[in-house]
T-cell receptor
């Protein structure tokens, strides 16, 4: 089992550009969440996808969007990049937790985005 | 809304000494509590979680945590640390019921000194 995989590992962009990050969930998982971890901070919840739809969202602007594919993999898109978007972007997968049973999230290694 | 406070940004400790990493949370509803560890250039790994039942939770790598509802705390402990425990530790909270939406603390860097 490969676990959660993310690509690319590192990415350098300039302000105003657009970026797409990719995530493949752990085998058997159907829910994908994205987090932004700025330097020296804890991860902050961006949004969660289930059944190819955004199910809930954190306090992030519309420049942050995503997609989930039928095979449960997911993309995070960020438009009009700002310097403040520089961070480690983490993807986490889990089983559907509508029951709220504290199901464990498995995290990928992250994509390090640098905006110049 | 829920929040998590990790008061100690860095904790240095000598090898084989005990350690406690503090975590306090705030929530108006019942919560699940988690501790994650992050090694350099890696993602987060779950150490342990509290869902219900016994307030003392045992996790991997010899770590344990105690849920204290009256003090809204969930401190992480290990009786004897190893060099390999050097990492950043995050406390996190999720509300029971509804969809999963985990809130993390700002992290505590544990530095084990040989």
């Amino acid at each position: 089992d490969a676990g959660v995989t993310q690509s690319p590992t590192h990415l350098i962009k300039t302000r105003g550009q657009q970026v797409t990050l990719r995530c493949s969930p752990k085998s058997g998982h159907d829910t994908v969440s994205w987090y932004q971890q700025a330097l020296g901070q804890g991860p902050q919840f961006i949004f969660q996808y289930y059944e190819e739809e955004e199910r809930q969202r954190g306090n992030f602007p519309d420049r942050f969007s995503g997609h989930q594919f039928p095979n449960y993999s997911s993309e995070l898109n960020v438009n009009a990049l700002l310097l403040g978007d520089s961070a480690l972007y983490l993807c986490a997968s889990s089983n559907d937790v509508r029951a709220g049973d504290g199901n464990e999230q498995f995290f990928g290694p992250g994509t390090r985005l640098t905006v110049l | 809304a829920q929040s998590v406070t990790q008061l100690d940004s860095q904790v240095p400790v000598f090898e084989e000494a005990p350690v406690e990493l503090r975590c306090n949370y705030s929530s108006s509803v019942s919560v699940y509590l988690f501790w994650y560890v992050q090694y350099p250039n890696q993602g987060l790994q779950l150490l342990l979680k509290y869902l219900s039942g016994s307030t003392l939770v045992k996790g991997i790598n010899g770590f344990e945590a105690e849920f204290n509802k009256s003090q809204t705390s969930f401190h992480l402990r290990k009786p004897s640390v190893h060099i390999s425990d050097t990492a950043e530790y995050f406390c996190a909270v999720d509300t029971t019921g509804g969809y999963q939406k985990v809130t993390f603390g700002t992290g505590t860097k544990l530095q084990v000194i040989p």
